[in-house]
């Protein structure tokens, strides 16, 4: 299932093997309106062989609030007006071809300075070993030579160009072989620079890519559940973290409040930022030396007057307790040591 949330977070949008596409509220959840893929053919249809189709749904994305695009294993790509009060007709807007085959991904290109509307009126999409750039108004308008290798996702990179020595923004694509290859924006006939993020040379797959806020560094999702933080300015990786020892990662996002999301296999995980992360170890450190600079206070009353042998009495049976209180410490120490260090 592929599934794409509008840009006005009111709506989510979704697409099965079974050909049909589905809008539903995002606060209810609640399916207000459904269609049929129009390329899709029910009479080659089967649920024991979804993918028996003649074309089952590969990517959707909300291009403004206005647009959603929904492509095919086709190679097509068909565009939905959603301001129409009946997109149900099933009968896109638009329909391109940009790809002989399935389409892997679609990213929106940012508005220019000079757009009226402030939403994105082209998009890249990768296929096979081509990459497409493809414009609202005029259709198909760039396709890059064969990169002799499978493309398999994608994410604009604001002044990424850097990368390839430019100024401006770039796309960069992940690949079959464990590169990450920088197309600054306007230079769409062959790659300007690559960044090899499979460093143990297993040839893993860049399944999944998201970029960190406004800044030119991604997260790039790997096939051997590896996940890494580059710099794509510098070309070099930041650091490195860990999904899952045996899936690959398969999605990832950064929701509203920064954090990073990741999926793959079946696990979802949510990795808290750094500086979050110490905030809340230093007021946990902190809540414990109060805790026992009070035990300690407490201690110095009740031994205070006491004759020798009952202040060793007294002190001899407070031992273990204090012994647990510390190992209870530290083990909460050990939970907030563990925490992601975070996306710096």
Known sequence: MVKSLNLKFSALYSCGLDGLVKAASASTGQVFAKWTLPTFSKSTYSPLNPESASA????????????LLLSDQTGQIHLYDLRSSCPTSA???????????????L??????????????????????????????????????EDQEDWLLSSAYVPDGGKAAGLRGDAVVVGGSTGVLTVWPRGRWEDQGARINVDTLGQ???????????????VIVGLGDGFMRVVDVKERKISYTLRHDDQEGVEALGIDVQGRLISAGGRAVKIWRQAEHAQEELARFNSKQELEEQDL???????????????????????APKRR?????????????DAVFAGID
Request: charged share 25%.
């Open 56 to 67: 089952t749904p590969d990517q959707l994305c909300a291009l403004s609030p206005q647009t």
């Open 296 to 318: 300690n206070g407490m201690d110095g009353l009740e031994d205070s007057g006491d004759n020798e042998d009952k202040a060793a009495e007294e002190e001899s049976e407070k």
């Open 91 to 105: 009968r896109p807007a638009q329909t391109h071809k940009p790809h002989s085959d399935c389409i892997t991904s």
């Open 203 to 217: 040839g893993e797959t860049v399944d999944a890519i998201t970029v960190v806020s406004d800044r030119a560094q």
């Open 107 to 144: 990213t929106p290109l940012a508005p220019s300075g000079t757009s009226t509307s402030g939403w994105p009126k082209q998009w890249v999409s990768t296929g096979a070993g081509f990459l497409a750039v493809t414009d609202l108004r005029k259709g198909v308008s760039h396709t890059s």
């Open 324 to 336: 647990s209180k510390r190992q209870k410490n530290n083990r909460g120490n050990k939970t907030s």
